[in-house]
């Protein structure tokens, strides 16, 4: 009986149960450092000529609602897509910032979709999104009433995250 | 349509899989001809299966068919040709096609050129490697489907990541796999061995070649990764220590090591426990490097997209195949006899050496990957390990290394003589103290580890140059007699002396790169000069200009060395729109004493732009030496020892007794 020949296997099981428990932790989950904080002031023009723009005095309406950070180059964007347009037509606002896209290849998309969005600002060069911590797109974040981020999500916003976003709307709208 | 194929594909290549990764080892075990016999077709069918996926998948590329997710998520309708083909592997998902599909391509390699093996052993390596097949087919028909739709189809691509768009990363991939996967083919002889319980000096025989194949693939894939971090990323680096580069490096320092201690079993039938152990390690690594760069638990600039089902999957599977491997090992490997007894000083002995601090190395470089990680897993904190940390701990190894590299191939097998070696080695102290000598005339002032790393290629040079008229007999017979014996003597001599040869001028290149590179951080208006080392610099200006998917503004510099007019740098910034994204590309140009390194940044408003600018001496001798080891691999591959049937013909010619002993 030699035990050395063991070693290797009690080494690896170890690192095993380490890396289990690492997966757990996810270290991308990052924290929005702007979470309870007033949306950084910006004031960004129309995507076509007759719109209207969107600037942070508009999501301080008092209402609270979802701005959705999309684009037209990005697929993800499109799989959420319907459910936005779910949310809209049962009464949230939901105002679209266009992120870093040409806003001809943005209104086919929304041609061919729908448009959830109650004003959509067009953000080319990107530089909301840094003010807003924009890690990937899409994203969403709820804003309260005076104009507060409350929350944000990471990626596609999809019918299982509905519960979740219910609950913080209504939370934001008691108070 | 051709997705679908793709997909059924997947499948029907799942289910041979399913069916070689246990009949034949059924059969082996039953010793039933013909369940055995069924190993190679099926590894061959599985190999066209993932084939015909890989094809599909590509296809869909090629045609920019949107209505694939994977496609939509990483391709574009306007991207070159070549980078649609990139594509394909620049993603998760197809990544995982490519290495399944190399996986089983090695399997068939063994299948068609394996004929030497015993048909039972044979049996039991493609059962063993159909089970890695499964495992990996599993993992992405369960949570990694390439072929997923996206319904409706949207008209444009989210396009590959601009900084990938480049013809030395569209083969970075492969190569990594090429060598990741290689490696599976050891790992699977290494299980065969321990399930039949047999080891001996013709294993090591039978699985060098594989190792060879693998190390070389391996080497030049991480040498091309570096490179492209040198020319792409604009800050003159080429190695970071990062998460995912040491995750190629450690089965790469592994492999090193199975390479030398096979040699012991091969030739003096000892090592066997640690060679079959090493073999099994090897691979274990590349798999831990998958789990680390797509589980998302180490983050990292390589991270693929992120999910957790995926990273509890790889964990699975890393628990069944390490562990299981493992365990088989600590099983069997106690059965295994001892071989052939050697003394401490001895060739033998110099390779253990070799074994055991390139083992240290990887255990280092292991844990300071890791480290991050279980800090986090105890403590909740979070840190990152640095540069630093290696440079500490890799120096002085490598010092060590390279100091007892002179004198393994002079000592003789079972017993050496030390002091004859050290007789021998003069010339390499001469050389070293030349080298030495060469680096303070050529740069004067210096870092002390700097002159030390001079003075350790120099003798390293001079050693391969002392074993090679040793075995040449140089001095001893006449000089004719004594050439054509050194032409004569076995490739894989030659590639041993190639592939040190080439360490040689890596560790010239890392320390003069490292140590004497000239930086120039400015702020230039067009007309201005700045003397970078022995050059002048001169920024004509900018211009913009139009790419195939980007636009670009391209800076302009003209050299001069002594007045005398060199050449002209043109360093670009690029603008892609889909994603959008900015990337520099380094102006370069290679000289035999270093490169001349332009980078072109911002303007400042003022009609003025800020450029980074370097001369690094001496860096292209890293790939320079990394090229010599791959072309040493390929000398030992084609040595007759180990080419396909060799150990037959071997056989037969058994009593014309080699002149020598071949050193590797």
Redesign the interface.
């Known amino acids: 009986?030699?035990p050395i020949?063991?070693v290797?296997?009690i080494v690896?099981?170890a690192?095993?149960a380490?890396?289990?428990?690492?997966?757990s932790?996810?270290?991308?989950d990052i924290p929005s450092a702007l979470i309870d904080q007033p949306v950084p002031s910006f004031d960004l023009p129309p995507l076509w000529d007759k719109g209207t723009g969107l600037s942070n005095t508009d999501l301080a309406s008092g209402d609270v609602v979802l701005v959705n950070v999309f684009a037209?180059?990005?697929?993800p964007c499109?799989?959420e897509h319907p459910f936005l347009m779910d949310l809209a037509r049962e009464g949230l606002t939901i105002f679209g910032l266009n992120y870093?896209d040409?806003p001809e290849?943005a209104l086919?998309f929304l041609g061919?979709l729908g448009n959830p969005y109650k004003q959509i600002g067009a953000d080319r060069d990107?530089r909301v999104g840094i003010d807003f911590g924009v890690y990937g797109v899409p994203e969403s974040y709820v804003i309260s009433g005076d104009g507060r981020i409350l929350y944000k999500q990471i990626g596609p916003v999809l019918p299982q995250n509905r519960a979740e976003l219910r609950a913080v709307i209504e939370k934001a709208s008691a108070q | 349509m051709i997705p679908e194929i793709g997909h059924f594909a997947l499948i029907l290549a799942l289910l041979l899989g399913v069916i070689a990764a246990t009949v034949p080892l059924y059969g082996a075990a039953r010793t039933n001809g013909r369940l055995i016999a069924l190993s190679g077709p099926l590894m061959l069918g599985q190999f066209l299966f993932v084939a015909i996926a890989f094809a599909a998948l590509m296809h869909a590329y090629l045609i920019s068919d949107f209505s694939v997710l994977n496609v939509a998520e990483n391709s574009h309708s306007l991207k070159p040709v070549l980078y649609k083909i990139s594509g394909v592997w620049g993603n998760h998902e197809g990544s995982l096609v490519l290495w399944v599909l190399i996986l089983t391509l090695f399997g068939s390699l063994v299948a068609l050129f394996g004929r030497a093996l015993p048909p039972s052993f044979r049996a039991r390596v493609l059962a063993v490697q159909a089970m890695i097949a499964v495992a990996f087919l599993l993992f992405m028909l369960f949570t990694s489907n390439p072929f997923e739709r996206l319904l409706p189809a949207p008209l444009e691509g989210r396009g590959l990541n601009p900084l990938l768009q480049d013809p030395g990363l569209a083969f970075h991939p492969p190569l990594l796999y090429l060598g990741y996967v290689g490696l599976s083919v050891a790992f699977s002889f290494a299980v065969a061995a321990l399930i039949e319980g047999r080891l001996g000096p013709v294993w090591a025989r039978w699985v060098r070649p594989w190792v060879l194949l693998a190390w070389m693939a391996l080497s030049a894939g991480i040498a091309l990764g570096s490179w492209w971090a040198y020319y792409e990323l604009g800050w003159g680096g080429w190695w970071f220590w990062d998460p995912v580069e040491n995750a190629s490096f450690m089965p790469w320092l592994a492999a090193t090591a199975l390479l030398h201690s096979a040699i012991v079993m091969e030739k003096r039938d000892a090592l066997k426990r640690w060679t079959v152990l090493l073999a099994i390690l090897s691979f274990s690594m590349s798999l831990l490097g998958t789990f680390l760069v797509r589980s998302g638990v180490l983050t990292s600039v390589h991270a693929f997209a992120v999910d957790p089902e995926r990273g509890v999957f790889i964990l699975i599977l890393l628990g069944v195949s390490i562990g299981g491997s493992l365990a088989l090992y600590a099983w069997r490997a106690q059965a295994l006899e001892p071989g052939g007894l050697f003394a401490p000083i001895s060739r033998e002995g110099a390779l253990v050496l070799n074994n055991v601090l390139l083992s240290i190395a990887a255990a280092v470089v292991f844990v300071g990957t890791l480290y991050p990680l279980f800090l986090d897993t105890l403590t909740g904190a979070k840190v990152s390990v640095g540069p630093p940390f290696f440079e500490i701990s890799f120096v002085p190894l490598m010092s060590l290394l390279l100091v007892a590299l002179g004198f393994g191939p002079l000592l003789a097998w079972k017993r050496g003589n030390l002091s004859r070696a050290a007789k021998l080695l003069w010339p390499a102290i001469t050389t070293a103290f030349i080298a030495v000598l060469l680096a303070w005339i050529i740069w004067g002032a210096g870092p002390v580890m700097a002159f030390a790393g001079f003075g350790l290629a120099g003798w390293l040079l001079g050693a391969i140059a002392v074993d090679m008229a040793q075995k040449a007999q140089i001095g001893r017979t006449p000089f004719a007699k004594a050439l054509r014996r050194l032409f004569g003597l076995p490739r894989g001599v030659w590639g041993m002396w190639l592939a040190h040869l080439g360490l040689g001028f890596l560790v010239f290149g890392i320390t003069a790169s490292e140590s004497w590179t000239v930086e120039k951080l400015v702020l230039l208006a067009p007309g201005d000069t700045v003397a970078v080392g022995a050059y002048d610099m001169t920024f004509q200006g900018v211009e913009p200009v139009a790419g195939p998917n980007y636009t670009a503004v391209r800076g302009q510099f003209s050299v001069q060395k002594n007045g005398a007019f060199l050449t002209d740098l043109y360093p670009e910034q690029r603008s892609f729109s889909s994603p959008p994204m900015e990337t520099t590309e380094a102006a370069i140009y290679p000289l035999i004493g270093g490169d001349l390194y332009a980078v072109v940044g911002d303007p400042d408003g003022d009609g003025r732009w800020s450029a980074r600018l370097y001369f690094k001496p001496l860096i292209s001798w890293i790939w320079l030496g990394v090229c010599l080891m791959v072309l040493g691999g390929a000398f030992s591959l084609s040595d007759r020892r180990l080419r396909v049937g060799a150990p037959k013909r071997k056989a037969k010619s058994l009593p014309q007794k080699p002149l020598m002993d071949p050193a590797e």
């Open positions: 009986m030699r020949v063991w290797p296997l690896f099981a690192l095993a380490a890396l289990a428990v690492g997966l932790l996810k270290p991308r037209s180059w990005c697929a499109r799989i870093k040409d290849d086919a061919e990107g």
